[in-house]
């Protein structure tokens, strides 16, 4: 399937390293070599901008490729009708939620409060927020090859849903396009992973110049950003899908919590929902008692479109780099982030890192400042892990619902007393 963005190079020393070792790497020579040099550290920035730059060139075709690639990778959903709608419903739903939790704990802790960093990114310099109204009107492109060549996230993703919806209504013969698209969205998830490899060095260019201007203080912050993510992902878990779980479902949510215990650990040391995918299945037929035909529709379709730790992280971030820029968000821009942020979890990919370039979007679409993604990118790896492990209990919950409401989760499997029994599974 989808390419994974760790680094899979020759063995020795740097090489065989993975990227998320050699970007903390890039990260503490950064803080060390701007603390020494100060101000001066400034001419180390070029490097960190051409990293800003490949990245920004990734965005308009990863999104409209992977978009298209996710809706019609949809096409069972139709087959399988109500399931597949009440599945997506509550993938995109609790999504909504859990990037609104995100934006709460954000503004509620405040992480990038009193930094002062100032941009040169021109592009957010020059931002003038339309209405959300305005937004909401113009989301329809009237031009999609200008949407495209202006880089307006928002019709872009109209264009690619509509699209893949299309492709998938034509059934045979939308096919070979589905290919090419499917071919494409390949090509640029390599494009991605060769792109990351520069993702050290284009750290430590950016922290370094980052510490010699403002200290090694900024390092505070990003100790809170980690702390501010985790909390929230403990609750979107612990209360909101628990509370799902227990209302909605009416089944024990103790059990439920005792049944993601395996694919948690996978997902938490993996960082890709869709490579524990695996071991999210088995569990939520063997400790869940999900029957094989609801947990093999929706658990897939859910490590594809089911993204709602990378959405919480996503607001966490936004409202962090926002504040450490001293850009003031209205009302209609966190609209547009929970738009955005929701939408495009349908294109991010279950791989390691994925989350990190879609913040791109999301940074874009509200004209934050890119540097702020080079900040957070030197903590990435330590964030993935907490919504990485989030996104599959998602998949879990829902698998769950769906199958409750469809009378498919044997209650003997869900509620026996000991989670070691060999059971038959459905
Ligand atoms: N690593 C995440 C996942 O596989 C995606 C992300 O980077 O947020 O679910």
Same mark, same amino acid.
């Not at 970007?23 to 101000?39: H, N, R």
């Not at 339309?130 to 090859?145: A, D, G, M, V």
């Given at each position: ?41 400034e001419i180390l920035k070029p490097i960190g901008t051409l990293f800003i730059n490949a990245i920004k060139m990734l965005i308009v075709p990863l999104v409209f490729c992977s ?91 109209f264009f690619a849903l509509g699209l893949g919806i299309a492709l998938t209504l034509c059934g045979e013969k939308g096919q070979p396009a589905v290919k090419v698209f499917e ?21 430590? #260019? /950016?922290? !370094?110049? =980052?510490?010699?201007?403002?200290? +090694?203080?900024? @390092?505070?912050? $990003?100790?809170?950003?980690? %702390? *501010? ?13 628990? #509370? /799902?779980? !227990?209302? =909605?479902?009416?089944?024990?949510? +103790?059990?439920? @919590?005792?049944? $993601?215990?395996?694919?948690? %650990? *996978? ?16 569990? !939520? ?17 859910? %490590? ?17 780099? !926002? ?104």
């Open positions: 399937m989808q390419q994974t963005l760790v680094d899979q190079g020759r063995p020795g020393f740097w090489s065989g390293m993975s990227l998320w070792k050699k970007i903390i790497i890039g990260m503490v020579l950064g803080v060390i070599v701007g603390a020494f040099m100060g101000p001066d550290a978009l298209v690639v996710g809706v019609t990778s949809m096409q069972d959903t139709r087959k399988m009708g109500r399931i597949g709608l009440k599945a997506v419903v509550l993938y995109l739903g609790t999504t909504a939620v859990a990037i609104s939790i995100g934006l709460g704990m954000g503004t509620l802790f405040a992480p990038g409060e009193g930094i002062n960093m100032v941009t040169t990114d021109t592009a957010a310099i020059a931002k003038d927020a339309p209405p959300l109204i305005q937004t909401l009107l113009n989301i329809i492109p009237k031009n999609p090859i200008n949407a495209l060549a202006a880089g307006n996230i928002l019709q872009i993703i071919a494409l969205a390949e090509g640029m998830y390599k494009l991605t992973e060769l792109v990351m490899k520069l993702a050290p060095y284009g750290v430590f #260019g /950016l922290m !370094a110049w =980052v510490a010699g201007k403002y200290g +090694v203080d900024i @390092l505070m912050p $990003l100790i809170q950003v980690i %702390a *501010v993510v985790y909390i929230g992902c403990l609750i979107h878990v612990l209360v909101f899908y628990t #509370g /799902l779980v !227990a209302v =909605v479902g009416r089944l024990s949510p +103790v059990r439920y @919590l005792k049944g $993601l215990l395996n694919p948690a %650990a *996978v997902a938490f040391t993996t960082t890709s929902s869709s490579g524990t995918l695996p071991a999210t299945i088995k569990a !939520a037929r063997e400790e869940l008692g999900v029957s094989k035909g609801i947990s093999s529709f929706v658990l897939p379709l859910g %490590a594809t479109i089911n993204m709602d730790g990378t959405a919480l992280y996503q607001g966490v971030c936004a409202l962090f780099i !926002a504040q450490a820029f001293g850009v003031d968000l209205a009302m209609s821009d966190y609209l547009l982030i929970i738009m955005t942020s929701t939408l495009a979890s349908i294109g991010t990919a279950g791989v390691p890192g994925a989350g990190l370039i879609m913040l791109s979007l999301v940074l874009t679409t509200v004209g934050l400042p890119m540097e702020g993604l080079a900040i957070v990118a030197g903590i990435d790896r330590i964030l993935d892990m907490a919504r990485t492990t989030v996104n599959v209990c998602g998949d879990m919950m829902v698998s769950l619902l769906v199958g409750k409401s469809e009378n498919e989760v044997d209650e003997a499997i869900y509620n026996r007393e000991s989670a070691e029994g060999e059971l038959e599974t459905a």
